[in-house]
């Protein structure tokens, strides 16, 4: 699988994957290739059993991604412009739906479609180096990731507008006030935390992991009666796992569960 990329990589250590975008010397930005390789990516990963959590990263130290490639972006005209807008798009919803937890480490710039890389990623841990933002006025253009959705989703509409409408990165800290980011570490302890997030989420249910996240993406798109109708469901299938007796039966021998994945 991953001698076939070419502008990212893929490592998997422990039940973690890492998902590093690797074009360094545009800064990691996305060209189609690129994000036909994470969705690729995405699909292989949800895929594999043994992968349990996924990281997702830029390569070198200074750039998640500085957004989508601006030397092709300038050659599209509307309907090419139409087709890659909506390629992006699924590629990030199939890492949003994947059915394990997707961590974005942010370890330098997240711009127009880095920013809204990581907003498709579950959690999102940034460096104190991070600089987040979708400038994409600035060129004359709007966010064409899923930006103008999921921004507002997570911070409310007027701080996404505010972003969206000055097109003017917001530092890591700032980010992590709004609600943008999980939390803001020191650069140089983002890998490790960002590891110890992802193997501590590994090491939970992966039935369970699957329906925690999908009860979440499923129920915040609709009204919360059916929303509700979603999580009773889920907490239903989660009742004829083998895994459910397995932590329930742990909790009362006071031992540690083995989850089994049934
Ligand atoms: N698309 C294409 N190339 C890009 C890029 C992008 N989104 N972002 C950076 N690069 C390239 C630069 O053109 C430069 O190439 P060069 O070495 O051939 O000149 C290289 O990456 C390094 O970037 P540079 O601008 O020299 O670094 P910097 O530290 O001065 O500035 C940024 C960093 C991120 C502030 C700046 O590169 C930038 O504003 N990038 C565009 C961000 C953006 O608008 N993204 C949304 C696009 S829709």
Redesign the pocket.
């Known amino acids: 699988m991953a001698a076939d990329y070419r502008n990212i990589s893929v490592e998997v250590d422990d039940g973690v994957a890492t998902l590093t975008v690797d074009r360094q010397?545009?800064?990691n930005?996305?060209d189609v290739r690129t994000t036909e390789e994470i969705a690729a990516a995405a699909i292989a990963l949800d895929a594999d059993p043994d992968v349990r959590a996924v990281i997702v990263t830029g390569g070198g130290d200074?750039?998640f991604v500085?957004?989508?490639?601006?030397?092709?972006?300038v050659t599209y005209g509307p309907e090419q412009g139409r087709r890659a807008a909506a390629a992006g798009q699924r590629a990030f919803d199939l890492l949003e739906r994947m059915g394990k937890p997707v961590i974005a480490a942010i370890n330098g710039?997240a711009?127009?479609?880095?920013c809204e890389l990581a907003l498709a990623c579950h959690i999102r841990i940034a460096s104190e180096r991070a600089?987040i933002g979708?400038?994409?006025i600035?060129?004359s253009?709007i966010?064409?990731h899923g930006g103008t959705q999921r921004l507002p989703r997570l911070v409310g509409k007027g701080r996404a507008l505010e972003l969206i409408c000055r097109g003017q990165?917001i530092d890591a800290e700032t980010a992590e006030r709004i609600g943008l980011v999980n939390q803001v570490v020191p650069h140089e302890e983002l890998g490790a935390v960002t590891q110890a997030l992802a193997a501590e989420l590994a090491s939970k249910a992966p039935i369970a992991m699957r329906y925690c996240i999908q009860a979440v993406n499923e129920g915040i798109e609709t009204s919360l009666v059916e929303g509700q109708v979603i999580e009773s469901t889920y907490f239903g299938l989660c009742c004829a796992t083998e895994d459910k007796k397995e932590g329930m039966t742990a909790f009362l021998e006071k031992r540690q569960a083995e989850w089994k994945g049934r």
Do not use: F, Q, R, W
Not at 66 to 73: E, M, P, R
Not at 111 to 114: C, V
């Open positions: 010397e545009v800064l930005a996305l200074k750039a500085a957004g989508a490639d601006i030397s092709v972006l710039y711009l127009g479609g880095g600089k979708l400038p994409e600035n060129l253009i966010p064409g990165p």
